[in-house]
C-alpha cells in the first residue's frame, strides 16, 4: 500500500500535489486505511464527539505498542512525563463545548477611548508626579550646598547643584521645572543659585577633577585628560549647556557681563565639548556684534581664546561668522554707532592676524566681491547697481581690509592683495564724482591713506582733494544759512539743499584741510617730498589768489606755509647727501633717519592732532555741556494778560473806550486790507513773544513819530505872489550859435 501511495506522489504533478493535502508517507504506512475510511474522509462530514474520543482512545493504543518497540524511551517518559502516559479517554472537550456554548459577559466594561486621549492622559499624569516629586530650592537648600563644596566637592552633590541650575535656567524661557528634580519658584531664590554657580562652580570643578594650575600657558592642558572626567561628564555638559542658554534669555548688560566673565573662565570644558561649543559660539558672536561694550569686550576675549586653543578646529568658522556679523552690524552709521563699528574693525584685524593664510583665503574672496560689485556698476550704470556700491556696508568694509593689511604689514602673503584693493577705492571714488558725494570720497581718501602710511605704498589721494577746489565756488554766497554744521563722519552723500548751506563749504574746507594735512605728514621725510608737494602749492597758490572769502582762505594760507617750509627743510637735508637717487639702501636709511630727527610739518601735526581730538569730543559731548549750564530764564508776560491788566488799571478814566471796545460798533476796513492782513499772520505766525512784545513796547512812540514826520512833509499853502514868481519862471538866455566854416 505504501509503495502504492509512493508511486502515486511521484506521479502527481505540482498543481495536483498541491490539491491532494500535505500527508505524509510515513501516516500512512503507519496506519492503513480501509476504502470506507477514504469514502469518509472524500466526504468529510463534520467530526462528532464519539469519534473525538475514539482518536484518544487510538493515541493510548499508540503509547502502549511503543512500549513494546522503545522500552527506553518509554522508561523516559514515564520517568519525566507520567501525565502524559496516564491520560483519561475522556477528554474535557465536554466542559470546554459547555463553556464555549454560552458568552460570558466581562467582570468590567471597558469605555471607548482613543489612543490620543489615553497617551495624553499618561503624559499628564507622568508630570503631576512629576511636579508632586520636584523638590522645591530655597535659600537654606543653596547655602547648605556652598558649604559642602566648598569643603569637599563630590560628584552626587556637583549633580544635585547642576540639577537644581538646569531647573533654574527652565524657568526663563517658561518652561518651568516640570520635567527636572528641583523647581525654583521664587525670584531672589534664582538670583542666588544663579550667583552661587557663577562664583563657585568653576573652583569646584577644578577640584573635584583634581585639576592642577597650568605653569606652562604655551601647553594646553584640557579637563578632559583627567581620568575623573568619564564620571562627572554628563553633569559638565548639562551645566555648560545650561549656561549657553542662560546666556541667550539675559538682557540685563550687569548680569550679561558676569555671565561672560563665567564662561571665559570655563572655555577649556567648552573645548572639550564640541556641540556645546558650537551653541556658545552663537552666543558670543551675538553678543559681540549686537551688545554693549562691556558685554562685547568679553565676547571677543572668549573667541580669542577658543581660536588660540583650537585654531584649526574653529578659527575658519570664526572668522567667517564675525565678518558676516560685522557686514550685517554696519549698515547705518550714526555719532553712537561709529565707535562699535570701529570696535568690531579693531578685534576682527586681532583675529586675522592669527593666522595670515587663512586671512588670506577669506580677504582674496571678499575683495574680489567688492570688485565684483565695482564693476557691476561701472558697466551696467544703473541706479540699483551704483547703489550697491554706495552705500555704508561697502565703505565700512573697503575700511577693514585697508585696516587688516596695514597692521599685518609686512607680510609676504598678504603683499598681493594691497594693489588691488587700491585700485577697488579708486574706482569708487571715480564711479560718481560728483559734489554730493564728496563724503563719501573723503572717507574713501581717508582709508588710502592709512594703507598707504602703514605699506610704504605710494598711492596718489592728493589729486582727489586738490580737484575739489577747481569744482566748487568759494566765492559764491551760499543760497540758505544753516541751523547746525554738517558732519562728514556719518554721512556718503548731500541733498540738494545741503549744497546751498553755508555749512556745507565750511565742513568741506575742514575736511580738505584734514586730510592733506595727514597726508604730508605721511609722507614728510620722504625724499621726494618736494616733487611730491609741487602741484598742491601751484594749486593752493591759485585757490588763494581768487578765493576772497577770509574764513575759507585762512586755513589753506597756513597749510601752505607748513608745506613750504617742510619742503625746504628736505630740499637743504638732501643737498648734504653723498649718495644718489640709486642707491635704495641708503635712500631709505635717510629716510629713517629724518623720520627720527623730526621734520616742522611732523611737529605742527603732532600739535594739530592734540587739538583736534579735543575739538571732535566737545563736538560730540555738547549738547551734554549745554545741558550743565545754569542759564537764566526770562519770564515775559504774554500780551493778553498785559492788555487786560491795561483794561483794569484805566477802567474808572475811559469807561466809554471800554464799552465800545466789548460790542460789535466801530469801523469796518476793507475786504482787501483784511485778507491781506490774515496772509501777513500767517507768514509771521513763527515769531516769537518776545518780537511782539517789543513792538507793543514800542508802538506809542512811533505813533508820535510818524506825526511830526507827516506833518513836516505835507505840503504848505503858497501865497498869491509866489505862485505868480513860479509861473513866470526864470528869464531866457539866448546865445549866438557858432557855425564852423565846412557848413
Same mark, same amino acid.
Request: with cysteine.
Given at each position: 500500500m505504501a509503495a502504492k501511495?509512493?508511486?502515486?506522489?511521484?506521479?502527481?504533478?505540482?498543481?495536483?500535489?498541491?490539491?491532494?493535502?500535505?500527508?505524509?508517507?510515513?501516516?500512512?504506512?503507519?496506519?492503513?486505511?480501509?476504502?470506507?475510511?477514504?469514502?469518509?474522509?472524500? #466526504?468529510?462530514?463534520?467530526?462528532?464527539?464519539?469519534?473525538?474520543?475514539?482518536?484518544?482512545?487510538?493515541?493510548?493504543?499508540?503509547?502502549? +505498542?511503543?512500549?513494546?518497540?522503545?522500552?527506553?524511551?518509554?522508561?523516559f517518559l514515564k520517568e519525566n512525563d507520567q501525565s502524559l502516559l496516564n491520560f483519561d479517554d475522556t477528554d474535557s472537550s465536554d466542559e470546554e463545548d459547555d463553556e464555549n456554548k454560552y458568552h460570558k459577559l466581562p467582570p468590567k466594561l471597558e469605555e471607548a477611548s482613543s489612543d490620543e486621549d489615553e497617551g495624553e492622559e499618561e503624559r499628564a499624569s507622568k508630570k503631576t508626579k512629576k511636579a508632586a516629586e520636584s523638590i522645591k530650592v530655597t535659600d537654606k537648600m543653596i547655602a547648605g550646598w556652598r558649604a559642602a563644596l566648598r569643603k569637599e566637592p563630590t560628584? +552626587?552633590?556637583?549633580?544635585?547643584?547642576?540639577?537644581?541650575?538646569?531647573?533654574? #535656567?527652565?524657568?526663563?524661557?517658561?518652561?518651568?521645572?516640570?520635567?527636572? +528634580?528641583?523647581?525654583?519658584?521664587?525670584?531672589?531664590?534664582?538670583?542666588?543659585?544663579?550667583?552661587?554657580?557663577?562664583?563657585?562652580?568653576?573652583?569646584?570643578?577644578?577640584?573635584?577633577?583634581?585639576?592642577?594650575?597650568?605653569?606652562?600657558?604655551?601647553?594646553?592642558?584640557?579637563?578632559?585628560?583627567?581620568?575623573?572626567?568619564?564620571?562627572?561628564?554628563?553633569?559638565?555638559?548639562?551645566?555648560?549647556?545650561?549656561?549657553?542658554?542662560?546666556?541667550?534669555?539675559?538682557?540685563?548688560?550687569?548680569?550679561?557681563?558676569?555671565?561672560?566673565?563665567?564662561?571665559?573662565?570655563?572655555?577649556?570644558?567648552?573645548?572639550?565639548?564640541?556641540?556645546?561649543?558650537?551653541?556658545?559660539?552663537?552666543?558670543?558672536?551675538?553678543?559681540?556684534?549686537?551688545?554693549?561694550?562691556?558685554?562685547? #569686550?568679553?565676547?571677543?576675549?572668549?573667541l580669542n581664546k577658543i581660536c588660540r586653543h583650537k585654531q584649526e578646529a574653529y578659527l575658519n568658522l570664526i572668522l567667517k561668522q564675525m565678518y558676516i556679523s560685522y557686514v550685517q552690524n554696519c549698515k547705518f552709521t550714526s555719532p553712537n554707532a561709529l565707535p562699535m563699528i570701529n570696535f568690531m574693525q579693531r578685534t576682527l584685524t586681532e583675529m586675522y592676524a592669527l593666522d595670515t593664510q587663512a586671512t588670506y583665503q577669506q580677504a582674496f574672496i571678499y575683495i574680489r566681491q567688492l570688485a565684483i560689485h565695482l564693476r557691476n556698476a561701472m558697466t551696467m550704470k544703473k541706479k540699483e547697481t551704483y547703489q550697491s556700491v554706495y552705500n555704508w556696508q561697502f565703505i565700512h568694509c573697503l575700511f577693514l581690509w585697508c585696516r587688516v593689511l596695514s597692521t599685518?604689514?609686512?607680510?609676504?602673503?598678504?603683499?598681493?592683495?594691497?594693489?588691488?584693493?587700491?585700485?577697488?577705492?579708486?574706482?569708487?571714488?571715480?564711479?560718481?564724482?560728483?559734489?554730493?558725494?564728496?563724503?563719501?570720497r573723503m572717507h574713501c581718501c581717508r582709508a588710502l591713506t592709512l594703507l598707504s602710511s602703514s605699506t610704504n605704498t605710494?598711492?596718489?589721494?592728493?589729486?582727489?582733494?586738490?580737484?575739489?577746489?577747481?569744482?566748487?565756488?568759494?566765492?559764491?554766497?551760499?543760497?540758505?544759512?544753516?541751523?547746525?554744521?554738517?558732519?562728514?563722519?556719518?554721512?556718503?552723500?548731500?541733498?540738494?539743499?545741503?549744497?546751498?548751506?553755508?555749512?556745507?563749504?565750511?565742513?568741506?574746507?575742514?575736511?580738505?584741510?584734514?586730510?592733506?594735512?595727514?597726508?604730508?605728514?605721511?609722507?614728510?621725510?620722504?625724499?621726494?617730498?618736494?616733487?611730491?608737494?609741487?602741484?598742491?602749492?601751484?594749486?593752493?597758490?591759485?585757490?588763494?589768489?581768487?578765493?576772497?572769502?577770509?574764513?575759507?582762505?585762512?586755513?589753506? +594760507?597756513?597749510?601752505?606755509?607748513?608745506?613750504?617750509?617742510?619742503?625746504?627743510?628736505?630740499?637743504?637735508?638732501?643737498?648734504?647727501?653723498?649718495?644718489?637717487v640709486a642707491d635704495a639702501a641708503a635712500v631709505a636709511a635717510w629716510e629713517k633717519q629724518t623720520q627720527q630727527e623730526g621734520t616742522p610739518l611732523t611737529r605742527y601735526y603732532s600739535q594739530w592732532k592734540k587739538l583736534r581730538e579735543k575739538e571732535i569730543q566737545l563736538e560730540i559731548s555738547g549738547k551734554e555741556r549745554m545741558e550743565d549750564l545754569d542759564l537764566p530764564e526770562i519770564k515775559r508776560r504774554k500780551i493778553q494778560e498785559k492788555k487786560a491788566e491795561d483794561k483794569k488799571e484805566f477802567k474808572d478814566l475811559f469807561q466809554s473806550d471800554s464799552d465800545?471796545?466789548?460790542?460789535?460798533?466801530?469801523?469796518?476796513?476793507?475786504?482787501?486790507?483784511?485778507?491781506?492782513?490774515?496772509?501777513?499772520?500767517?507768514?509771521?505766525?513763527?515769531?516769537?513773544?518776545?518780537?511782539g512784545l517789543e513792538e507793543e513796547d514800542s508802538g506809542d512812540e512811533d505813533d508820535n513819530e510818524e506825526e511830526d514826520e507827516e506833518a513836516s512833509k505835507a505840503p504848505q499853502p503858497l501865497s498869491s505872489a509866489a505862485l505868480i514868481k513860479l509861473a513866470e519862471g526864470e528869464e531866457d538866455v539866448v546865445e549866438d550859435l557858432q557855425l564852423s566854416d565846412e557848413d
Open positions: 501511495q509512493k508511486r502515486k506522489l511521484e506521479d502527481l504533478s505540482v498543481d495536483e500535489f498541491l490539491v491532494s493535502g500535505f500527508e505524509s508517507p510515513d501516516e500512512d504506512e503507519s496506519e492503513e486505511e480501509t476504502p470506507k475510511q477514504k469514502k469518509n474522509k472524500q #466526504v468529510e462530514p463534520p467530526m462528532s464527539r464519539n469519534e473525538k474520543k475514539g482518536k484518544a482512545s487510538e493515541h493510548k493504543e499508540q503509547l502502549s +505498542r511503543l512500549k513494546n518497540k522503545d522500552p527506553e524511551f518509554y522508561k560628584p +552626587r552633590l556637583f549633580r544635585e547643584v547642576t540639577q537644581a541650575f538646569k531647573a533654574a #535656567v527652565a524657568t526663563t524661557k517658561g518652561e518651568g521645572g516640570g520635567q527636572c +528634580r528641583y523647581k525654583v519658584a521664587d525670584s531672589s531664590v534664582f538670583n542666588a543659585l544663579i550667583l552661587f554657580c557663577i562664583r563657585d562652580i568653576h573652583m569646584t570643578l577644578q577640584k573635584l577633577l583634581n585639576l592642577k594650575p597650568n605653569k606652562d600657558e604655551k601647553k594646553l592642558v584640557l579637563p578632559s585628560s583627567s581620568p575623573r572626567w568619564q564620571r562627572n561628564q554628563n553633569d559638565i555638559k548639562m551645566y555648560l549647556g545650561g549656561v549657553v542658554q542662560l546666556l541667550s534669555c539675559l538682557t540685563e548688560t550687569t548680569v550679561v557681563a558676569a555671565v561672560l566673565k563665567h564662561v571665559n573662565q570655563l572655555i577649556l570644558y567648552y573645548l572639550c565639548l564640541p556641540k556645546q561649543c558650537r551653541h556658545l559660539l552663537k552666543q558670543l558672536l551675538k553678543q559681540w556684534s549686537t551688545g554693549e561694550e562691556t558685554s562685547r #569686550v568679553l565676547a571677543f576675549l572668549a599685518l604689514y609686512p607680510s609676504d602673503v598678504l603683499q598681493p592683495l594691497i594693489y588691488p584693493l587700491c585700485q577697488v577705492i579708486l574706482g569708487t571714488i571715480k564711479l560718481v564724482p560728483t559734489s554730493r558725494y564728496y563724503p563719501l605710494f598711492v596718489p589721494v592728493l589729486p582727489f582733494l586738490v580737484e575739489i577746489f577747481q569744482q566748487v565756488d568759494f566765492n559764491k554766497k551760499p543760497g540758505r544759512m544753516s541751523k547746525k554744521p554738517i558732519n562728514f563722519a556719518v554721512i556718503l552723500k548731500l541733498n540738494k539743499v545741503n549744497l546751498m548751506e553755508k555749512a556745507y563749504k565750511d565742513g568741506l574746507i575742514d575736511q580738505l584741510y584734514d586730510l592733506m594735512l595727514e597726508y604730508f605728514h605721511t609722507q614728510a621725510f620722504s625724499i621726494g617730498f618736494p616733487e611730491l608737494a609741487l602741484p598742491t602749492i601751484i594749486q593752493l597758490k591759485a585757490f588763494l589768489k581768487e578765493c576772497k572769502v577770509a574764513n575759507y582762505s585762512k586755513p589753506m +594760507r597756513q597749510l601752505l606755509e607748513k608745506i613750504q617750509e617742510n619742503s625746504s627743510y628736505i630740499t637743504g637735508r638732501r643737498q648734504k647727501a653723498a649718495f644718489g465800545s471796545d466789548d460790542s460789535d460798533t466801530g469801523l469796518k476796513i476793507k475786504s482787501k486790507k483784511s485778507n491781506q492782513e490774515s496772509d501777513e499772520d500767517e507768514d509771521f505766525s513763527d515769531l516769537s513773544d518776545e518780537e
